[in-house]
């Protein structure tokens, strides 16, 4: 990065900067740029343009006139009388001591405007975080400094990733879980992969999470593909390679369910859980399969004309949309995938739940029954044995399409809001360790609560102003965001996150998931080689 002069500051108010930009110079929105003054070094965001233009109106409508005809323009004094200025604001400040804390004071009107130097750049602690997840980028060049977050401060607070169409919220996602695995133990995270992308890539010539070397130890993978408890045994042959990646049947036995699994899913109106729970009491381990099979008429008899009939026939059908026909929770298949997860969890695992076949309401009931079952574990091990929960790794939860669970509709519509797992997580697992991963391409329908307690926000492209300006309106450092918003690129996003000590909105260019797979591979048998014994 060499030092260039891009101008001169011709304007100051509170932390906005307004600078001529030299002539040749290139400066593009969302660049940083630094002002040293007094000894202070002063780094700058550019936001926006604007022209400055001394021309009387009568010079301007003969100037245009001419040029409309081809005419050559000549203009006296040009540089003195026309002229562009960039407007920024000040993000940080770097003292003689070399330490970088907000703005306190203002560069001096007339001060210098540079480049940035890598030096600086560092200074700012954009890339001492432990899951790197792209580089900063100046306009739309991704320069050589990588933006990483804090992981045991970021998890716990939530991350919200914000996205259209193709914007690249999937490869984020596996950017992100690769950082997870190769931190090796530290933290977890749970996806639920209803595409079937994450673990071999969406399609041939792609990478997946198996293609990372430590995948065989730090991969957990619930699927379809094997139908007992095992390793499951890939060929990949982008690499020449192979990998045998622990793997659980995606199988649930539904004795094992209890109606707090249900409750949680929203689905479910106060009638309807009281009724869940009678039936529990009534009919024990059977009582999800006695609902669902035997007639409402004899379950009103058989719970002591409780519960009315009508919420009997509402509450089954519920528990059929829910349970499905029987592909993942099954009767008496003996298998109990949510305590198969919940101990790979405590280990530090990234776990792949794959659903690509499975029902909207088999993928709501999979999710919540997991979310509830680690967010009850990590609550109850804080509560009781505090220092055996210290010792357990913060959990990410994947909560992908989050405006399906996180919208004031799906908490109960204009009526009463109802909690779902979710919402309680959004609320509650910063206490416990356990914070939730949500994407969606719709954050204006999610609650304002949700993205208000995201501190951590990946804002990819993002076309519709609703959504964006859900967004900014509940997040810092986003005031003067909403144009580089608006111009991002595919794989380009802006980036707050002030548990990883951001104190602005950092552009960032997220790291192509193939890219930086390789890149790993290639730093893991590097290292290999230097642990080897000399020969």
């Known amino acids: 990065m060499v030092e260039l002069k891009l101008g001169v ?216 593909r094997v139908s007992r408890p095992g390793r499951l045994r890939l060929e990949l042959p982008e690499l020449g390679e192979e990998r045998s990646i622990p793997a659980y049947p995606l199988k649930m036995d539904i004795s094992r369910l209890k109606p707090h699994d249900f409750t949680l899913t929203g689905e479910f109106s106060g009638p309807q859980e009281e009724l869940l729970w009678l039936a529990y009491k009534q009919f024990g381990e059977d009582w999800v399969y006695s609902l669902l099979t035997a007639d409402s008429r004899s379950i009103y008899a058989r719970l002591g004309r409780l519960a009315g009939v009508n919420t009997i026939n509402v509450t089954k059908r519920k528990l059929k949309y829910l349970v499905g026909d029987g592909d993942i929770f099954c009767r008496e298949c003996d298998y109990d995938l949510a305590s198969a997860v919940l101990s790979m969890v405590a280990k530090g695992r990234v776990v792949l739940v794959e659903t690509p076949f499975a029902t909207e309401g088999e993928e709501k009931l999979l999710a919540t029954i997991i979310a509830e079952r680690i967010f009850r574990s990590y609550e109850e091990m804080r509560k009781k044995v505090p220092d055996r929960w210290s010792q357990l790794p913060p959990v990410l939860i994947m909560v992908e399409e989050a405006h399906r669970y996180l919208s004031a509709q799906a908490l109960g519509g204009r009526g009463e809001v109802r909690e779902n797992i979710f919402s309680v997580i959004a609320k509650r697992g910063r206490k416990y360790k356990v914070g939730g991963l949500y994407i969606t391409q719709m954050p204006s329908e999610l609650m304002e609560a949700v993205v208000r307690q995201a501190l951590t926000k990946v804002i990819l492209s993002l076309p519709t102003r609703p959504d964006y300006l859900m967004v900014i309106n509940h997040s810092p450092y986003l005031d003067e965001a909403e144009s580089e918003i608006k111009t991002l690129d595919r794989g380009e996003a802006v980036v707050v996150s002030q548990p990883s000590g951001f104190r602005f909105a950092v552009s960032v260019k997220v790291f192509s998931y193939e890219e930086y797979c390789t890149r790993l591979i290639e730093e893991e048998k590097a290292e290999q080689v230097l642990q080897a014994p000399n020969r």
């Open 9 to 224: 500051v011709t304007w100051v108010e509170g932390t906005t900067v307004r600078f001529r930009i030299a002539e040749g110079a290139r400066v593009e929105r969302g660049m940083l740029v630094k002002i040293e003054d007094a000894g202070r070094t002063f780094i700058v965001k550019v936001v926006d343009f604007k022209p400055e233009s001394l021309l009387s109106a009568a010079e301007v409508a003969v100037i245009t006139s001419k040029a409309d005809k081809g005419e050559r323009v000549q203009l006296r004094d040009r540089d003195l009388r026309l002229y562009d200025t960039a407007i920024g604001t000040i993000v940080a400040q770097i003292d003689p001591d070399g330490e970088a804390h907000g703005p306190t004071s203002v560069p001096a009107i007339f001060s210098t405007v540079e480049s940035l130097d890598r030096d600086v750049l560092e200074k700012l602690g954009l890339h001492t975080g432990d899951l790197p997840i792209g580089y900063v980028r100046f306009g739309h060049e991704p320069v050589d400094v990588v933006v990483a977050l804090s992981g045991a401060r970021v998890i716990p607070h939530h991350v919200l990733v914000v996205g259209g169409t193709g914007a690249g919220k999937s490869n984020f996602g596996r950017v992100l879980a690769a950082s997870v695995l190769h931190n090796k133990g530290k933290y977890s995270l749970v996806i639920f992969d209803c595409e079937s992308e994450y673990l071999l890539g969406s399609k041939p010539g792609e990478m997946g999470l198996a293609h990372l070397p430590f995948s065989e130890e730090y991969l957990f993978l619930v699927t379809g």
